[in-house]
């Protein structure tokens, strides 16, 4: 599942990073940077503050002296990437540490930034930045997960990022930070502090990557003339009719690592994997009294044919395999995967339609999701870097480069913080390569920019997609959200694609013209439509309580206890144990080693205080 | 061995049948992984797939015969592994022969025999390794793919095993003819042991065709990397991740699964043209110049 | 291999040349294998250490915290550890015992065919699953194995029950074995065939001329010849002991089958997933090792001490 997470927030990003943020330019002012025409020129054209953009012969002006940063001296910052085979650079004599980015870089900020390695996939990326750690050859800007940030802290080759964020963060990067903690209940900082520090900073992005849901056949609920199923009772009912007229299909989709649980349990607002707050102490969800009641109903579904009774032996691939058979009725899978297998479902199965299929509300009639908002991963400069500041010069380059273009945000900033926008807002170019990219979708954009005006997002290149790679971006995730609203929108032909931000427009057309476009919008528009209003809903929505590191009494048992939480949870829903082998497991749990790790996770929890 | 008899030509009816059996339940799958790697995403992610191709797309070989790192990589892994066979095996021939004689003709040698047995069981770990390859300078270098498993004692051990085997009484006269060990292990015992050469050179050549961990770790540059590593690169999960949407549809028409596939024949192929070279020693291969005892 | 034994025997009483001093030319030839193990495993052996340290990577192996058998102590305090290193055992010696067997009566078959054009495709196709990874025909296999998979089908034709081979627990380590052999029967018997081209056909001439069949020469010429080969690979095998094939089990294995499923590999693989630490896995990774080297020493004395064969 975090592999999954990872990759719809890299695919995310990209979407982001992907294209020039902001709304359209307003037509009056002459805000239109004619190719040829000079920085000063386009400037006196924008915003009339003169503290708004370099000129064009580089007299830095009040607010790029203070938060960018032209070193005098070259410095060098390495970093490190993962960049698949299967992507391309710019020009066949470009790579990770000579490409447009680089270059531009080089130019506007005198550092020299390079990568120490470009691994081929994010599992050697993690594997190779452990050993550089094991040999003391940390790059100087990393990105890494939570127990790594842990390790690595603890040993003391980490750079106070906190600190670091305070003293050289533009107001513009803050308040993208102050979004996001005001999102996860102010603990943004949380996983990645150790000690009370703040140690890295995690990768921002909107919040789509937690939607993970429940969805059903609605081709099918059709064909047996039911609505779609809200309580468990309901869903019970839609079971039984499938079952009779698809006897060999499966009615709720499971897969071996019991990830569909969350459905059922969303009826009994039992949380299992997860830390729950009762009576003042995080208690693990996992040994609750609410789980016992999912089990038993789940065996109960089990035992009346509605599961696979081979699921054990299928992951959530080979489950969406069998979606992509037409052989599922029902299943708990993530909201991208419109994009992947489910493209191949509507392709296969004649006439097959998703809907989303809310979470059950159970016999007290309410329900509860379970999800862990916390960002990840997050990216920390190393201690011996010698210049950890130039990570967040760059940084505060990208977010107001990027987001030049959103009237809205420059005129909170300006009312709110004082804060004048660096790059004044810039027509967005089209791409002079069209032609080319129709006939290959996979080659890189051109646009042409005025070089006084190029910057984060706003390259000739394809380069504003290195920026993520390098570990360069994040958004302002109200905007990023937004964008994905407008996408909903669109999908339901409430709002013409023109009158869409670009990035939002360019979303909806790439997603539209995919092989099952029509389909992959509609669901997503359902996706949302379910979603936006349950985010900020606390009530609802369950955060987990302990997002820290591994404790050491978690080492000594945590995988064994997770083996056991499997195997009996498994067991009882196969039918091959009673259900009173729950109660046996709750004690098991705590004998051995629970109540420590209990008490490590309360000791946490009491300790780390939001920063 | 030739043996005419009724029984004899039952057995051999049922012999050949069986084998052909055996030989069946061996190529069905490969049928099914070469199917998997020609057809196109939908079929292959559906479970629609089995022996023949659906949808018969080249997108898979496209995708890594268009790759402009292919050519180098696979240029990189014949070079790996013609030398990295030809240091396994040199370095296995002169490790095997001096153990294969008796206690007696080598003073030593069981303590030399322990001295190769305990590193091949006891190892220290990636991270040693790691800093011991970056500190005698050859991370980015080939050799870092080459060196470090250039003697392989298992092999030591197979190839010792095969040189005990040799007639005694042709060295004995070799040596009354004045000739030195070299002679005798190069002119007269390798000649006689082409079966095993052959053998432990196959396994050599298998074992650095497929690998391809080694370059992830060791191998920054990607200009150096062998072709089983970029493979192994370019299946990652790569239908989303930083895939812009307009890609989305080019990456549709090809799956995770019949990239893998595509994959097990790029390991496969190549070996089925050096196998036959080898083959000629172990199959109805018969010594030369054996001794009448 | 029988004139091994009888040279040896020889040599002993003191024949021809067994007195001589060594040649210094044997040792010249050792140099170059033993400085290239030297540097490149007994330098890194040192890592060893880290089995027994809290290893922080920042003080090194010389700097952390030296902690003894703690995370022996760990692994062992487990509930299931015992059950794991016998689930490990017990699948590992079925797969060697299984492979050995199989490549060998394969190899013995293989070598009655006739036709040698038709014994090299048969050969060479027997050896292509080897080269499958488990990742790719793991899904296969989970298929034909389901209870209304194809193998359930075909025992069903038998009157048989469907059985959930890869979801029974009794059924796993059987079916992972089995798995195992259809793999590498075909890879495996190429070292044999290559001991059997090794046989001098004048014993098959012998074996003839004193009348025995094809059966007879089987046993008694081509057997013995392999079974030098055949004693060395189960004392190599022993090595292995704890490796129960990793990547095969890891692919196949799931919650219901942990009971008999879950090998000494896969609880570190997922112990790993929890917090990389490098010192337990290096524990385990040594106590792996011990176990095999103790093995191996111990069946290479008894193949010597009974069967008058020395395979290190």
């Given at each position: 599942m975090k592999k999954t997470l990872a990759i719809a927030l890299c695919f995310l990003l990209a979407l982001a990073a992907a294209s020039c943020g902001g709304q359209p330019v307003a037509p009056s002012g002459a805000t239109s940077a004619a190719p040829g025409t000079s920085a000063t020129a386009a400037s006196q054209g924008s915003e009339p503050s003169a503290a708004n953009v370099a000129t064009a012969n580089g007299e830095p002006t009040e607010t790029s002296e203070k938060y960018f940063k032209y070193y005098d001296d070259p410095i060098d910052l390495t970093t490190h990437m993962a960049f698949s085979s299967t992507w391309t650079w710019h020009?066949?004599?470009?790579?990770?540490?000579?490409?447009?980015?680089?270059?531009?870089?080089?130019?506007?900020?005198?550092?020299?930034?390079?990568c120490s390695w470009n691994a081929p996939d994010d599992a050697t990326n993690t594997q190779k930045l452990d050993l550089a750690f094991a040999s003391n050859t940390l790059p100087d800007v990393i990105q890494a997960s939570s127990s790594q940030i842990a390790k690595y802290a603890a040993a003391g080759k980490l750079a106070d990022m906190g600190a670091l964020i305070e003293a050289y963060g533009s107001p513009l990067l803050k308040y993208a930070i102050q979004e996001a903690q005001d999102l996860t209940q102010g603990t943004f900082y949380l996983p990645y502090s150790y000690g009370g520090t703040a140690y890295a900073l995690p990768i921002m992005c909107d919040t789509l990557v937690y939607w993970w849901l429940p969805y059903v056949r609605g081709d099918l609920l059709d064909e047996l003339g039911m609505a779609v199923p809200s309580t468990l009772d309901e869903m019970e009912a839609a079971f039984a009719a499938y079952k009779e007229k698809h006897p060999d299909g499966v009615a709720l989709g499971m897969d071996n690592e019991l990830i569909g649980l969350r459905t059922v349990m969303a009826g009994y607002e039992a949380y299992p994997g997860s830390w729950v707050e009762k009576g003042g102490q995080a208690v693990y969800g996992s040994i609750q009294p609410e789980v016992r009641q999912g089990l038993e109903r789940l065996a109960d579904w089990y035992r009346k044919g509605y599961l696979d009774p081979e699921f054990v032996t299928k992951d959530m691939m080979q489950l969406l395999a069998d979606a992509g058979e037409g052989k599922v009725f029902s299943l708990y899978t993530a909201w991208n995967v419109i994009g992947g297998n489910f493209q191949d479902m509507w392709a296969n199965v004649e006439g097959s339609r998703l809907e989303v299929m809310p979470f059950p509300a159970g016999p007290d009639g309410k329900s509860g999701i379970a999800t862990k908002v916390a960002f990840s991963p997050a990216r920390a400069v190393s201690a011996a870097c010698e210049h950890p500041e130039a990570l967040v010069y760059l940084l505060n380059q990208y977010w107001d480069s990027f987001y030049r273009n959103n009237l809205e945000l420059r005129q909170t900033m300006k009312d709110k913080y004082g804060y004048e926008f660096h790059y004044p807002v810039t027509e967005v170019r089209e791409e002079i390569n069209k032609a080319e990219r129709e006939a290959d979708p996979a080659l890189p954009s051109f646009y042409d920019y005025p070089e006084e005006l190029t910057g984060f997002g706003y390259f000739n290149d394809y380069v504003s997609h290195y920026s993520w790679l390098y570990g360069l971006t994040g958004v302002v995730i109200s905007v990023a959200n937004d964008d994905f609203g407008q996408v909903a929108r669109g999908a339901k032909g409430e709002m013409p694609a023109e009158d869409m931000t670009v990035s939002a427009r360019s979303t909806f057309e790439g997603w539209g013209s995919t092989p099952q476009g029509g389909q992959m919008l509609a669901t997503f528009a359902e996706i949302y439509d379910y979603w936006e209003p349950l985010m900020g809903d606390s009530q609802i929505f369950h955060v987990d309580a302990f997002t820290g590191p591994t404790t050491p009494a978690m080492l000594e048992r945590q995988s064994y206890l997770d083996k056991l939480e499997a195997e009996t949870f498994t067991r009882i829903i196969m039918g091959t144990q009673p259900i009173e082998a729950f109660d046996s497991f709750v004690g098991e749990w705590l004998a051995n080693g629970g109540e420590d790790i209990t008490r490590e996770v309360n000791e946490w929890i009491s300790s780390a205080s939001p920063l | 061995m030739k043996d005419n008899s009724m029984s004899s030509r039952i057995f051999d009816a049922f012999n050949c049948a069986f084998l052909a059996f055996l030989a069946l339940?061996?190529?069905?799958?490969?049928?099914?992984?070469?199917?998997?790697?020609?057809?196109d995403s939908v079929s292959a992610n559906t479970n629609a797939v089995l022996f023949l191709p659906k949808g018969a797309n080249f997108e898979a070989y496209k995708m890594v015969f268009g790759n402009p790192k292919f050519l180098r990589a696979f240029g990189v892994s014949v070079f790996r592994t013609a030398v990295g066979t030809g240091a396994n095996l040199l370095l296995t021939i002169l490790a095997a022969y001096p153990l294969s004689k008796e206690a007696n003709q080598l003073r030593g040698r069981t303590l030399i025999v322990g001295y190769f047995i305990i590193p091949m069981m006891i190892s220290g770990g990636l991270i040693p390794m790691f800093i011991l390859i970056s500190k005698i300078g050859l991370m980015d270098s080939i050799w870092a793919l080459i060196l470090p498993g250039a003697c392989n004692v298992g092999y030591v051990i197979m190839m010792m095993n095969f040189f005990r085997g040799i007639n005694k009484s042709l060295l004995e006269s070799a040596v009354i003819d004045g000739a030195n060990e070299f002679v005798i292990l190069f002119r007269i015992v390798l000649p006689m042991s082409m079966a095993s050469v052959a053998t432990i050179a196959l396994f050599c050549v298998v074992a650095h065709w497929n690998e391809w961990f080694g370059g992830t770790i060791y191998l920054n540059a990607r200009d150096l990397w062998p072709l089983q590593t970029l493979l192994k690169t370019m299946m990652v999960q790569l239908d989303l991740t930083g895939m812009r949407p307009d890609e989305i549809a080019r990456i549709k028409l090809l799956s995770d699964r019949s990239f893998r596939a595509a994959q097990v024949m790029f390991a496969t192929v190549p070996i089925l043209f050096v196998y036959p070279f080898a083959q000629k020693y172990f199959i109805k291969g018969v010594t030369l110049g054996s001794v009448k005892e | 291999?029988?004139?091994?034994?009888?040279?040896?025997?020889?040599?002993?009483?003191?024949?021809?040349?067994?007195?001589?001093?060594?040649?210094?030319?044997?040792?010249?030839?050792?140099?170059?294998?033993?400085?290239?193990?030297?540097?490149?495993?007994?330098?890194?052996?040192?890592?060893?250490?880290?089995?027994?340290?809290?290893?922080?990577?920042?003080?090194?192996?010389?700097?952390?915290?030296?902690?003894?058998?703690?995370?022996?102590?760990?692994?062992?305090?487990?509930?299931?550890?015992?059950?794991?290193?016998?689930?490990?055992?017990?699948?590992?010696?079925?797969?060697?015992?299984?492979?050995?067997?199989?490549?060998?009566?394969?190899?013995?078959?293989?070598?009655?065919?006739?036709?040698?054009?038709?014994?090299?495709?048969?050969?060479?196709?027997?050896?292509?699953?080897?080269?499958?990874?488990?990742?790719?025909?793991?899904?296969?296999?989970?298929?034909?194995?389901?209870?209304?998979?194809?193998?359930?089908?075909?025992?069903?034709?038998?009157?048989?029950?469907?059985?959930?081979?890869?979801?029974?627990?009794?059924?796993?380590?059987?079916?992972?074995?089995?798995?195992?052999?259809?793999?590498?029967?075909?890879?495996?018997?190429?070292?044999?065939?290559?001991?059997?081209?090794?046989?001098?056909?004048?014993?098959?001439?012998?074996?003839?001329?004193?009348?025995?069949?094809?059966?007879?020469?089987?046993?008694?010429?081509?057997?013995p010849g392999i079974r030098g080969i055949a004693l060395m690979l189960a004392v190599l095998a022993l090595g292995g002991i704890l490796n129960a094939g990793f990547e095969q089990i890891l692919v196949l294995y799931n919650p219901s089958v942990y009971e008999t499923g879950d090998i000494v590999d896969t609880f570190i693989y997922r112990y790993g997933l929890l917090d990389a630490q490098f010192s337990m896995s290096a524990a385990i990774g040594l106590f792996k090792s011990l176990i095999g080297l103790a093995l191996m020493l111990a069946a290479n004395w008894a193949a010597a001490r009974f069967s008058d064969y020395r395979v290190l």
């Open positions: 020009s066949a004599d470009d790579n990770e540490n000579s490409n447009g980015l680089t270059r531009w870089i080089k130019d506007h900020t005198n550092i020299n930034f390079s | 339940l061996c190529f069905m799958p490969m049928v099914h992984v070469m199917a998997l790697s020609l057809s | 291999m029988r004139a091994n034994t009888l040279d040896a025997r020889a040599a002993a009483k003191g024949a021809a040349a067994g007195r001589r001093p060594s040649d210094w030319r044997l040792y010249a030839m050792l140099a170059a294998p033993a400085i290239i193990v030297f540097i490149f495993s007994y330098i890194p052996i040192g890592g060893v250490l880290i089995a027994f340290q809290n290893y922080s990577p920042d003080k090194g192996v010389l700097g952390s915290e030296f902690v003894g058998l703690k995370w022996f102590r760990v692994f062992f305090a487990m509930p299931d550890s015992a059950r794991i290193v016998a689930n490990t055992v017990a699948i590992a010696v079925g797969k060697i015992a299984c492979s050995q067997l199989a490549s060998v009566v394969f190899a013995l078959l293989l070598n009655e065919v006739r036709g040698a054009a038709y014994k090299r495709s048969l050969q060479t196709i027997t050896y292509f699953p080897h080269f499958l990874s488990w990742v790719i025909i793991g899904t296969v296999f989970i298929d034909m194995l389901s209870t209304r998979g194809l193998v359930n089908q075909i025992l069903g034709a038998f009157g048989t029950a469907p059985k959930f081979f890869l979801g029974d627990p009794r059924l796993f380590q059987p079916t992972a074995v089995l798995l195992e052999t259809w793999k590498e029967f075909g890879w495996g018997a190429i070292m044999y065939l290559a001991a059997i081209s090794n046989i001098s056909p004048d014993l098959y001439e012998a074996a003839t001329i004193d009348g025995a069949g094809r059966l007879k020469q089987a046993l008694h010429v081509t057997l």
